[in-house]
């Protein structure tokens, strides 16, 4: 049972394009969402994150975007660099994980920045 | 520096052996955890800890068995009996507090031969 899904297992954006990686998730529990960002053979690195009390935050060139009724978020990344080009998973947090960090983690999006 | 070490990167085991990965990190989290990565699949929770001497199962515990005996390290062991070991396994901290931001080490590569 995936409780946060990345439909689309890759994604190929022109260098200066903008970026738009989606994510929806079923579980109404979920209270945080956040995005990280990995490349091959190293630990993922957290990008930027989201309240589910916002509906939107922004971090320079990475702006998330939090539907709640939809049960959707979108992670923008413009202008997309080659230097993007790497797995992006989103993650998501319960309200009924205590203290801890406990994320359920989507199954990723592999974004290719081409020149 | 202060991060999450993992080793070693890269681990060769035979069918039938445990084997122990190692997770250190000083940047005095309360909370650690243990995830997999698997081809086209998300990462997976193991086993976590939010307290020394404290630990609880994650979504995929079964054949993997972890110790808190100190807050700077959370060792993992792979059991014999956990039938698919081979995978990319991720150690991540955090405070435990607020956001939870989870921070994670650089991963071990552990393929059985």
């Known amino acids: 049972d995936q409780q946060v899904k990345q439909n689309s297992p890759s994604l190929s954006v022109q260098e200066g394009r903008i970026s738009i990686l989606n994510c929806d998730y079923t579980?109404?529990?979920?209270?945080?969402f956040l995005w990280y960002k990995k490349y091959p053979a190293e630990g993922p690195t957290f990008l930027i994150s989201?309240?589910?009390?916002?509906d939107k935050n922004e971090d320079g060139r990475f702006t998330v975007f939090l539907n709640k009724s939809a049960k959707h978020l979108s992670l923008h990344i413009v202008p997309s660099q080659p230097g993007d080009s790497a797995v992006y998973f989103c993650?998501?947090?319960?309200?009924?994980?205590?203290?801890?960090?406990?994320?359920?983690f989507g199954t990723g999006t592999r974004l290719q920045v081409t020149l | 520096d202060g991060g999450i070490t993992q080793s070693p990167k890269y681990l060769f085991r035979k069918e039938g052996q445990n084997v122990t990965l190692s997770c250190e990190q000083n940047?005095?989290?309360?909370?650690m955890y243990w995830y997999r990565q698997d081809p086209g699949q998300g990462l997976r929770l193991i086993y976590y800890?939010?307290?020394?001497?404290?630990?609880q199962k994650g979504d995929i515990a079964e054949g993997y068995s972890v110790s808190r005996e100190k807050k700077e390290s959370f060792p993992l062991t792979v059991t014999s009996a956990q039938k698919n070991p081979t995978a990319f396994y991720l150690c991540?901290?955090?405070?435990?507090?607020?956001?939870?931001?989870?921070?994670f080490g650089q991963g071990t590569r552990l393929t059985v031969v």
């Open positions: 579980n109404s529990m979920f209270d945080y």
């Open positions: 800890s939010q307290i020394v001497n404290d630990f």
């Open positions: 993650a998501a947090k319960g309200t009924n994980t205590g203290t801890a960090s406990k994320l359920t």
């Open positions: 991540a901290s955090s405070t435990g507090q607020g956001a939870n931001l989870a921070f």
């Open positions: 989201i309240s589910s009390i916002k």
């Open positions: 940047l005095n989290h309360d909370a």
